[in-house]
């Protein structure tokens, strides 16, 4: 059983199209997160949501739009991808700010 | 906000060696963890450890608050060890996790 789940694994498109990543996770935490990894393998935060309410946004483009139909839920739309969007996208949940963090198994996003 | 600083930034090892990596942080933190990157991009969580000492199998952790470092020990390597290793943290004010920008470990045989 996977804990949490994204797909897809693998995304390749075209500048200027819009993809959506889904994410779930089975643990019963009330907390998701959307976190961007670049080439150098940095990891940043870019979403927040505690029971389907966002909490945190760090300065993401308004292209990427989290949805949270439900708190095992997080997903992310993007719209008018850009070539610097390249990177993998990790989703992840926790019970809070003071608890484990689980990843999912990331996507890698790849804009021709 | 708070700075995370992880050394060395790369290792590389023989099969059977020990290692010892830091993670330095800028100010009071109510979270550290630790994580595995392996080969394959998947991150595994291998300690939660905002103070004190633990342990797991060939693996230990320890971070001492009051002096803002953290240190991950690696016992007798193995090559599935390898991959990068990152400490995260939420500082005091924050309720998020801040990355160091890791340790990149090359276990050979």
């Known amino acids: 059983d996977t804990a949490v789940s994204q797909t897809p694994k693998y995304l390749v498109t075209q500048m200027g199209n819009d993809k959506s990543i889904k994410c779930e996770q089975n643990?019963?935490?009330?907390?998701m997160y959307w976190y961007k990894q670049d080439s150098k393998k940095f990891l940043k935060i870019m979403f927040s949501?505690?029971?389907?309410?966002?909490?945190i946004n760090e300065t993401v483009p308004n292209r990427f739009s989290p949805k949270s139909p439900d708190k095992a839920h997080l997903n992310l739309h993007i719209n008018s991808l850009e070539l610097g969007d390249s990177a993998v996208y990790f989703c992840?949940?926790?019970?809070?700010?003071?608890?484990?963090?689980?990843f999912g198994s990331g996507t890698q996003l790849s804009v021709l | 906000g708070i700075q995370v600083e992880q050394s060395p930034p790369d290792l590389i090892l023989q099969e059977g060696a020990n290692s010892t990596l830091r993670c330095n942080f800028s100010?009071?933190?109510?979270?550290l963890q630790w994580f595995h990157q392996n080969p394959w991009g998947q991150l595994i969580n291998l300690f939660y450890?905002?103070?004190g000492t633990k342990q797991n199998g060939r693996l230990s952790a320890t971070t001492v608050a009051t002096e803002r470092y953290s240190l991950l020990y690696i016992s007798s390597s193995q090559t599935t060890d390898s991959g990068v290793y990152f400490c995260?943290?939420?500082?005091?004010?924050?309720?998020?996790?801040?990355f160091g920008k890791g340790t990149m470990l090359l276990v050979s045989p």
């Open positions: 992840a949940s926790g019970e809070g700010a003071t608890e484990k963090l689980f």
């Open positions: 643990l019963g935490h009330d907390t």
């Open positions: 949501y505690n029971n389907k309410e966002l909490i």
């Open positions: 100010d009071s933190v109510n979270n």
């Open positions: 450890i905002p103070s």
């Open positions: 995260a943290v939420v500082g005091r004010g924050y309720s998020t996790l801040t």
